[in-house]
C-alpha cells in the first residue's frame, strides 16, 4: 500500500517548553513560575544548602533529542534570589536526518544569582545539533555557567564523523554585550584532529563565571592535577576556563574542582555538589 506523500515525509518530533522563575521572600529563594508544555519537566525544588539556595533538576524524559525536537528553556532569576539549576544525566542528542534544536534564555536580576550547572552533552554521530544560548544579566547579577561537550561515543568506537554540531552563546549586562561565542563543528572535519583545533580530544568543557580573581587563586585553578588539557583566563569582569579532554567523566571532574574553589571567593558560599550528580 501506498502511503499518501504527507505522511511518507512525517517525521514525528517534540516541542518542549520549560518556564522557571524564581524570587527572594526574607531570607529564602523560592520558585514563582514553573510552565512547561510537552516533554520537560523541573523536579520538586530543593535547599540542599538552606533556605537562601533553590535548586532545580531539570528532566527531560525522553531521555534523547532526536531529529525536529525542540526545546524552548526560560528561567529568570528576580531581585537578590538564588537559583541553581542542574540536571539528572547526560542530555544525547541522536543521529538525525533534520537538525534539533535547543533554545536557552536566562535573565538574572540586580542582586541576584544564578548557576547554571548541567551535566554533559552528548552529541552522537550523524546528529544535526543546534544550540542558542542568550543570557541577560542586570546590574550586579552573578553568573556560573559551565557547558560540557562530547562528541561522539569513544568507549563504543564511534567518532563523530558525520552531521554537525552548532552553538551561540551571548551574555549580556545592562544590554551591553559581554561575550559572544559561535560554534560549528561539522562531523569529519580535520580540525576535529589538528593541534589548533580538538587536538584528536573528543571532548571540550568551558565554564564562564562572573566576578575577577586574585593572582594567587588563579594559579591555584590552574594548578589543578587532572588528566584535562585546560586553562583560564581573566578578563575584566568575567572569568573563561576551557579544557580538552578524552572523556566527559575527567572534564566534568575538572570543572567541579573549579567551582569548588571558585564559589567561595566570587559566590560567597562554600561549594556543596548536588547529590544528583552522584547517583
Not at 572569568?239 to 573549579?258: F, K, Y
Request: negative net charge; aromatic residues 8%; contains cysteine.
Amino acid at each position: 500500500m501506498n502511503l499518501p506523500l504527507s505522511t511518507a515525509l512525517f517525521t514525528p518530533s517534540w516541542h518542549a517548553e520549560l518556564e522557571l522563575g524564581y524570587a527572594r521572600f526574607g531570607d529564602s529563594t523560592r520558585p514563582v513560575q514553573r510552565r512547561h508544555k510537552g516533554p520537560l519537566r523541573v523536579q520538586k525544588h530543593l535547599y540542599a544548602e538552606g533556605p537562601e539556595v533553590c535548586q532545580h533538576i531539570i528532566v527531560h524524559p525522553p531521555g534523547g533529542i532526536a531529529g525536529g525536537d525542540r526545546l524552548d528553556i526560560a528561567a529568570s532569576v528576580g531581585r537578590d534570589a538564588w537559583a541553581q539549576i542542574t540536571s539528572p544525566g547526560a542530555a544525547k542528542w541522536y543521529r538525525a536526518a533534520a537538525p534539533a534544536y535547543q533554545q536557552l534564555d536566562l535573565s538574572v536580576a540586580a542582586g541576584a544569582t544564578l548557576e547554571w550547572l548541567p551535566q554533559e552533552t552528548i552529541i552522537f554521530s550523524n546528529a544535526q545539533a543546534e544550540l542558542s544560548t542568550s543570557i541577560d544579566l542586570e546590574g550586579d547579577a552573578r553568573l556560573f555557567y559551565w557547558d560540557v561537550v562530547a562528541l561522539g561515543r569513544p568507549a563504543s568506537g564511534e567518532r563523530f564523523d558525520l552531521g554537525h554540531f552548532q552553538a551561540q552563546l551571548d551574555i549580556r549586562r545592562d544590554g551591553q554585550l559581554l561575550w559572544h561565542e559561535r560554534q560549528r563543528i561539522v562531523g569529519g572535519d580535520g580540525l576535529l584532529d589538528s593541534p589548533i583545533g580538538l587536538d584528536g580530544q573528543p571532548v571540550f568543557a568551558t565554564l564562564l563565571v562572573t566576578g575577577e580573581v586574585d593572582s594567587e587563586l588563579l594559579e591555584k585553578c590552574r594548578s589543578l592535577g587532572n588528566d584535562v588539557r585546560g586553562d583560564l583566563t581573566q578578563l575584566p569582569g568575567l572569568l573563561v576556563a576551557r579544557c580538552l579532554a578524552s572523556e566527559a567523566l575527567l572534564a566534568r571532574g575538572w570543572l567541579i574542582e573549579l567551582w569548588r574553589l571558585l564559589r567561595p571567593a566570587l559566590l560567597g558560599r562554600e561549594a556543596v555538589p548536588p547529590r544528583i550528580w552522584s547517583t
